[in-house]
């Protein structure tokens, strides 16, 4: 057994479905509500999540998540995606390399992510994201590392519900045929079309933050349903009142194969 398949079995336990709690948005908007503080933020996370996802300069100041027995797989992010900049304007969708996988792991990363994004508007560009994404697969693997392909569309914000599941149907597999281990991406008004179609485990993410706990919840229980293989959860899983409260009731509903409703009951989810 590889220490690449060995990593992607802990993130997986016991063949289950992931958790992910991302709290790397301070790499692309600064400090957000939530997640000013964040060796505090991480403190208080649930530990019974699968993994925390985190920007490359912030491990060193949150390695009292990680080093306990059975603590969250440490997950770095190694480009750095200006269409994730929504408050500067930013809308080329370029991608570069924020760290090299080598030296992610050398910091405690356990799982490498990794961004694509395509359709820029640029072939040329494409073609360079392309190469990016690629070249930080590849050095990942050789590492033993398991690469998380995140396929993320410009201007998200701006494709209907029929250009989403295009990007992301055609995205995913593409992703998948570079060569990564499994995918985070959304969730989409045929999801288990996109599922269907890839040879990899998706992970379907949060987005947007939802007006409500149970709503955020009934996503995450949509995304397993249509063959998700976990969730990705940052803004819904920490701006919240409680946020270890909530993670809690997350991993009922994705791991466990509680009902949305049961899972904020038990925990009294309130907003």
């Not at 027995?69 to 991608?95: Q, T």
């Not at 390399?97 to 990363?109: F, P, T």
């Not at 590492?143 to 599941?165: H, R």
Request: hydrophobic residues 45%.
């Amino acid at each position: 057994m590889t220490g690449n398949q060995i990593r992607l079995d802990k993130l997986f336990s016991n063949g289950g479905k992931a958790v992910v709690i991302a709290v790397d948005h301070g790499e692309f908007d600064g400090p957000l509500p939530g997640m000013v503080d964040l060796p505090e933020v991480v403190s208080r996370i649930y530990p019974g999540v699968s993994s925390i996802l985190l920007s490359p300069g912030m491990l060193p100041h949150c390695g009292h998540a990680f080093n306990y027995k059975g603590a969250p797989m440490a997950m770095v992010r190694l480009n750095w995606s200006s269409h994730f900049c929504f408050h500067l304007g930013y809308n080329e969708a370029i991608g570069v390399q924020a760290i090299s996988a080598a030296d992610a792991q050398a910091a405690g990363a356990e799982i490498a992510l990794v961004c694509l994004t395509l359709q820029t508007g640029s072939e040329a560009r494409d073609a360079a994201n392309v190469e990016t994404f690629c070249r930080l697969v590849n050095e990942a693997k050789r590492l033993g590392m398991p690469v998380v392909g995140e396929y993320f569309p410009a201007n998200s914000d701006k494709l209907t519900k029929q250009q989403m599941q295009d990007q992301v149907l055609r995205g995913c597999r593409i992703a998948a045929e570079l060569g990564v281990d499994l995918i985070k991406t959304f969730y989409t008004q045929d999801f288990k079309a996109v599922t269907a179609a890839c040879p990899v485990p998706i992970l379907g993410l949060g987005a947007e933050k939802l007006p409500t706990q149970l709503q955020a919840l009934e996503l995450a229980e949509n995304i397993v349903r249509d063959g998700g293989k976990g969730v990705v959860f940052g803004r819904n899983a920490i701006q919240v009142p409680d946020p270890t409260a909530f993670q809690a009731a997350l991993c009922d509903v994705v791991q466990q194969g509680v009902s949305a409703a049961e899972a904020a009951l038990r925990h009294t989810l309130a907003d």
